[in-house]
């Protein structure tokens, strides 16, 4: 069954501003979104101008990216009443668009995906303050783990050994990012503020307690929050990772919705998360984030999760660079 009510400005106009929501690596919001020639559909397109290669070569965190804003565009559809039937590389691996959503169905069901998560989308920010030390609770840890495998992404919850392992892997990758002078000046491009980690350069940090701290990039546009490295962060902080069974273009933009859909998820329980990708985006380091006890397995992302301050907002582009206009569609 179709609605066969084409989409207006205004609901354009949210999906974009939904979209435009999504958490990307560098705040680079890699992204466009150009209706469908029959306003029935959003098509969902790299922003090619957007691209960080030095510590993305692959575009695997452009993918990443572009999948979550494709999660917020499904949450907006639902909150527009309509189904989203998605459709990932239709033209292929790097042809455009990435995505498709066909708009065109009613919902079958107001919320898709558990609780209503649309007016979750602008309360999630990444949180890089310290966490307390409670624990999530196991039920919760379950629901994320359902989340996510509905994206086809398994989540892991780590246990204290391996996350340990994570932390040494993750201060082993800063140090060489920090090293490599391309990868800074990308780096410090994207970032707004002096890059640190909050406020934390990973060198002033002793190593016999590095593994209790968080290295962290703030891409707030705000000053740390925080000017000596002094702050300690949760004993043990809870860290999550977002496992593929391969490693092509469609798993990554799986990843990014999964990302989302956990994150908006846990944002509406009252959960702090960020990222740490730094051992992800060296292929050595990443390799050996692998749990080899768990098989094979593509570990795409690292998600720390836990009770604290929510994290300020970061700036977004404007909807007025990230939507199309459908008359540029035809052509
Ligand atoms: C693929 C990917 C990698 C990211 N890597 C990091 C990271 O290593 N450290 C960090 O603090 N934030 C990281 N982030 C979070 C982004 O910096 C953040 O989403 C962006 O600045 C927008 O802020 P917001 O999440 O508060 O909306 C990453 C996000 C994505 C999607």
Redesign the pocket.
């Known amino acids: 069954m179709t609605t066969e009510t084409a989409l207006t400005a205004s609901d354009l106009r949210l999906l974009a501003e939904a979209g435009t929501?999504a958490?990307?690596?560098?705040?680079s919001q890699p992204w466009r979104f150009r209706p469908t020639p029959d306003l029935l559909g959003l098509e969902v397109l790299a922003d090619l101008g957007r691209t960080v290669p030095a510590a993305d070569p692959d575009g695997r965190?452009l993918h990443?990216?572009i999948g979550?804003a494709l999660f917020n565009l499904r949450v907006a559809a639902a909150h527009l009443g309509r189904a989203a039937e998605v459709r990932l590389l239709p033209s292929g691996e790097d042809g455009q668009p990435r995505a498709v959503l066909d708009l065109s169905a009613p919902a079958r069901t107001p919320s898709p995906f558990g609780p209503d998560l649309y007016p979750v989308v602008p309360k999630?920010?990444?949180s890089?303050h310290a966490f307390t030390n409670r624990d999530v609770p196991e039920a919760l840890v379950g629901e994320l783990i359902v989340a996510a495998r509905e994206e086809g992404v398994t989540l892991t919850m780590l246990e204290e050994h391996d996350v340990r392992r994570v932390l040494a892997l993750t201060a082993e990758a800063e140090a060489r990012i920090a090293a490599d002078v391309t990868r800074e000046a990308e780096t410090r491009r994207w970032l707004r503020v002096e890059p640190s980690y909050d406020g934390i350069p990973l060198a002033a940090l002793g190593s016999h307690d590095r593994d209790a701290r968080v290295p962290?990039?703030?891409?707030?546009g705000h000053p740390p929050h925080h000017a000596t490295p002094a702050e300690r962060f949760e004993a043990l902080p809870q860290l999550a990772t977002l496992v593929t069974h391969f490693d092509h273009q469609a798993d990554w933009l799986r990843t990014?919705q999964a990302?989302e859909r956990v994150w908006l998820l846990a944002t509406a329980h009252g959960l702090r998360a960020?990222?740490?990708?730094?051992a992800v985006e060296i292929p050595d380091t990443r390799w050996r984030l692998r749990d080899t006890a768990e098989g094979p397995g593509h570990v795409q992302?690292v998600l720390r999760l836990g009770y604290g301050p929510p994290?300020?907002?970061?700036p977004r582009r404007p909807v007025e660079d990230v939507l199309l206009d459908p008359v540029e569609a035809a052509g």
């Open positions: 929501l958490p990307s690596l560098h705040n965190a990443i990216s979550a999630r920010h990444s890089r962290m990039r703030g891409f707030t990014g990302m960020s990222v740490l990708h730094q992302l994290g300020t907002a970061a």
